[in-house]
């Protein structure tokens, strides 16, 4: 029926389409965060924290609210595609640090749906009619699938979130459900038995736990790439993102609290799938086979929103002159930017291919905390600016300049604490893209409106 078709782009129309709405942005901002790696996060924390999880993700949103704030200020100030990208041009004017920044995030979310169509693919094996056939063969159809969508257009891909994320929410309000009974019968502050712990939670100890946990709030930068394609970004964005924020730590410390309820930390430390073990043992009755399809939807889920967001900064970079002018061109009908979609796959696809990229997404996250370090400072920059434009929603300058100082102790952590393969990885993706600029420069757009 030609009424539901919809409607072509004018002669020389390039836009994006704006269709997104308040309740769209507050679902696709708390998806982005309840994601697919949640579901096991769990566990790592709890080797880490012992039953103190709920005091990690407390701390945690603490030092990401910091970030999270910050991108909700820049997005009500410049609703652009682009994102992190465009905002670090417009502040510091440096083409080479913008290149690395948009680039850096790009890449975190091609590991990111790279790795999560692995999932998906060792997940479907266990369904009787697909066993036997190969992971890669499984990750390769899902991406196909998930890239369709994104091509298809932002309101495809906006339901397909909010229907994904209810699913991937549910999972996790199942889980605080059938555990709430437990809630009170255990010690919510045993910690790990360790010299540091001995000696009185020192201060290295709790930075530890809140980088490893800080890593669940990961997603909420997706939410400025479209600020471009809502219908009230200056409004909309930030109320939006604080709402994602708030719902998300709710249901993450509910969870946290319900999971050490039914399992001694220890045991959830060591649960292959911890949080399908905890429904398991509070209700045997629930079919493991569901809670299994749940988890596929929470990691399609984050690839659907990590593949918008790529598609997105692309097309922002491209657009101001950073990438080869191709990837911002808009397919006429469906008004999506289908020549950046069409890179993704192709890189994504050779990465499904690659194998493990375990390492490869740890080193990328690791360099997200750069990018948000860069961020928060660009926006003290850029309020520092006479004749900035302001924003509906304003912060005092004190919220970003320490964002940038907790995101570079956080790295600075990591670094110290971690084994030497994630930062050296780190840094031969600096290198790699440092040598995509150089190969790729070509003379910037004028503009920066």
């Not at 066993?131 to 906006?158: C, F, Q």
């Not at 540091?196 to 100890?205: A, I, M, N, Q, R």
Request: charged content about 15%; some cysteine.
């Amino acid at each position: 029926m030609e009424r539901n078709r919809e409607p072509v782009a004018a002669a020389g129309e390039t836009g994006l389409r704006k269709s997104v709405t308040l309740w769209q942005m507050t679902l696709y901002g708390a998806g982005g965060m309840l994601g697919a790696g949640n579901y096991g996060l769990i566990g790592q924390v709890a080797a880490e924290m012992g039953s103190a999880i709920w005091l990690a993700l407390a701390l945690s949103l603490v030092a990401a609210g910091l970030t999270g704030l910050s991108y909700a200020s820049l997005g009500s100030r410049y609703p652009r595609a682009g994102g992190a990208a465009y905002v670090t041009h417009r502040a510091y004017r440096r083409r080479m640090l913008t290149h690395v920044v948009g680039l850096t995030v790009a890449c975190s979310g091609f590991t990111s749906i790279a790795a999560g169509a692995r999932v998906v693919g060792e997940n479907l094996q266990a369904v009787p009619m697909l066993e036997g056939l190969p992971t890669n063969a499984l990750a390769l159809v899902y991406l196909a699938i998930v890239g369709g969508i994104v091509y298809r257009g932002i309101r495809e891909s906006m339901w397909t979130n909010v229907v994904f994320t209810l699913v991937e929410a549910g999972g996790l309000l199942l889980v605080i459900a059938v555990c709430l009974r437990f809630w009170g019968s255990t010690n919510l502050l045993e910690f790990p038995p360790t010299p540091e712990t001995d000696s009185g939670l020192p201060f290295v100890f709790l930075v530890q736990g809140i980088v490893l946990t800080f890593y669940a709030f990961l997603g909420f930068e997706d939410s400025l790439n479209v600020a471009e394609e809502l219908k009230n970004p200056r409004r909309d964005m930030p109320l939006g993102l604080v709402m994602a924020l708030c719902l998300t730590v709710i249901i993450y410390m509910s969870v946290a609290i319900s999971a050490v309820s039914v399992m001694p930390w220890q045991e959830l430390a060591e649960a292959n799938a911890p949080l399908a073990e905890v429904v398991a043992r509070a209700a045997p009755w629930f079919p493991a086979w569901v809670f299994i399809a749940i988890t596929v939807f929470a990691v399609a889920n984050t690839g659907l929103i990590n593949y918008v967001t790529a598609s997105r900064l692309l097309f922002g970079m491209a657009r101001d002159g950073h990438l080869p002018p191709q990837l911002s061109r808009v397919h006429p009908e469906r008004r999506t930017p289908h020549f950046a979609i069409g890179l993704i796959f192709v890189v994504i696809f050779v990465l499904i291919l690659s194998g493990d990229i375990s390492q490869l997404a740890s080193a990328t996250v690791l360099l997200l905390l750069l990018v948000f370090s860069v961020v928060n400072s660009a926006l003290v920059i850029l309020k520092l600016r006479p004749n900035e434009p302001r924003g509906a929603f304003e912060l005092p300058i004190v919220v970003p300049g320490l964002g940038a100082v907790v995101c570079l102790v956080m790295f600075t952590v990591r670094v110290a604490a971690g084994d030497w393969r994630a930062p050296a990885i780190a840094l031969a993706l600096l290198l790699l893209v440092a040598v995509l600029y150089f190969g790729l420069r070509h003379k910037p757009l004028d503009d920066e409106g």
